[in-house]
């Protein structure tokens, strides 16, 4: 059972910054495109970047340019490091993995990124 569990969140001041990490276990780290969603009250789960095993990167629009996905294979974690941070990206951050032989999907639990202005 492959288990993702999210550290780094909090609280900060429009223009500062936060790293997430994701922390894998359970399961062959490489076999994963790993991920980030963020989920801000009344709305629905949107895709932030994900990146694979390979380093490919995909960002969304919103965040392209001031956050910054990274992967240590070796050490089975997943970073993302948050740069000018404005308050509508206040939202809870899950962390996501998916295995790209079986398809399956995995979430953390997430971690909460408020951003005051």
């Known amino acids: 059972q492959v288990q993702l569990v999210e550290s780094g969140g909090g609280l900060v001041q429009a223009g500062g910054s936060l790293r997430l990490s994701c922390a894998a276990s359970g399961g062959i780290f490489r076999l994963y495109t790993m991920g980030w969603y963020r989920q801000a009250p009344g709305k629905q789960r949107e895709l932030v970047v994900t990146i694979t095993s390979g380093g490919v990167t995909n960002y969304s629009d919103s965040v392209k340019g001031r956050f910054t996905i990274s992967r240590d294979n070796a050490k089975n974690t997943v970073y993302l490091q948050m740069n000018s941070l404005k308050p509508e990206d206040t939202a809870v951050y899950y962390c996501?993995?998916?295995?790209?032989?079986?398809?399956?999907?995995?979430w953390g639990q997430g971690t909460q990124v408020t951003v005051s202005s």
């Open positions: 996501n993995g998916q295995n790209w032989v079986t398809s399956r999907v995995y």
